[in-house]
Antibody, heavy 118, light 106 residues
Framework: QVQLQESGPGLVKPSGTLSLTCAVS?????????WNWVRQPPGKGLEWIGE???????NYNPSLKSRVTISVDKSKNQFSLKLSSLTAADTAVYYC???????????WGQGTLVTVSS | DIQMTQSPSSLSASVGDRVTITCRAS??????LNWFQQIPGRAPKSLIY???SLQSGVPSRFSGSGSGTDFTLTISSLQPEDFATYYC?????????FGQGTKLEI
């Protein structure tokens, strides 16, 4: 069964850039799946950030599009998130997930808390 | 963007009860609808995809139904481990959006 694991710094400075990686195991990132990022501010609901296909095709949430880049590294079987121009409002648990946008089973990582603070 | 509205926002129930949570989309989404369970401090767990298909490993007491704009998640007989927050999410078009959540309490 596919497993996803997020990694990256837990503390980033305001105006800086958040960089997270999601390692995929138990399956290939080059399979017919879309790879997603979702975030959840403390005590709040879920917000979809964007998705990528192994070809490099991406879809982003318009509310974040100007600040988001999602990329894929097939050699390492992982995909990544970069979010720039950070403010305290970007403090959240960030999750990676597979296939939130298709009518098939979906899978989530355990999540990683990123705090934006000086 | 398609808006997803869940009702109720919170619900009190007892072990053994049958519970239904409703999710309404602001426009038709066919059956592009997922349901998730989230326990505090944990990642969301997939329960139902494509409105009515049970994710592997999920107990059969969970079921989903609906199409178009109105959907339901039903738990046939509540177990102690089912007390959590439940979210719906549409996957019809990007941006995918989630309902605000339904907190199921004892």
């Amino acid at each position: 069964q596919v497993q996803l694991q997020e990694s990256g710094p837990g503390l980033v400075k305001p105006s800086g850039t958040l960089s997270l990686t999601c390692a995929v195991s138990g399956g290939s990132i080059s399979s017919n799946n879309w790879w997603n990022w979702v975030r959840q501010p403390p005590g709040k609901g879920l917000e979809w950030i964007g998705e990528i296909y192994h070809s490099g095709s991406t879809n982003y949430n318009p509310s974040l599009k100007s600040r988001v880049t999602i990329s894929v590294d097939k050699s390492k079987n992982q995909f990544s998130l970069k979010l720039s121009s950070l403010t305290a409002a970007d403090t959240a648990v960030y999750y990676c997930a597979r296939d939130l946008g298709s009518r098939q089973e979906n899978y989530w990582g355990q999540g990683t808390l990123v705090t934006v603070s000086s | 963007d398609i808006q997803m509205t869940q009702s109720p926002s919170s619900l009190s129930a007892s072990v053994g009860d049958r519970v239904t949570i409703t999710c309404r989309a602001s426009q038709s989404i066919s059956n592009y609808l997922n349901w998730f369970q989230q326990i505090p401090g944990r990642a969301p767990k997939s329960l139902i995809y494509a409105a009515s298909s049970l994710q592997s490993g999920v107990p059969s007491r969970f079921s989903g139904s609906g199409s178009g704009t109105d959907f339901t998640l039903t738990i046939s007989s509540l177990q102690p481990e089912d007390f959590a927050t439940y979210y719906c999410q549409h996957s019809h078009t990007t941006p995918y959006t989630f309902g605000q959540g339904t907190k199921l309490e004892i």
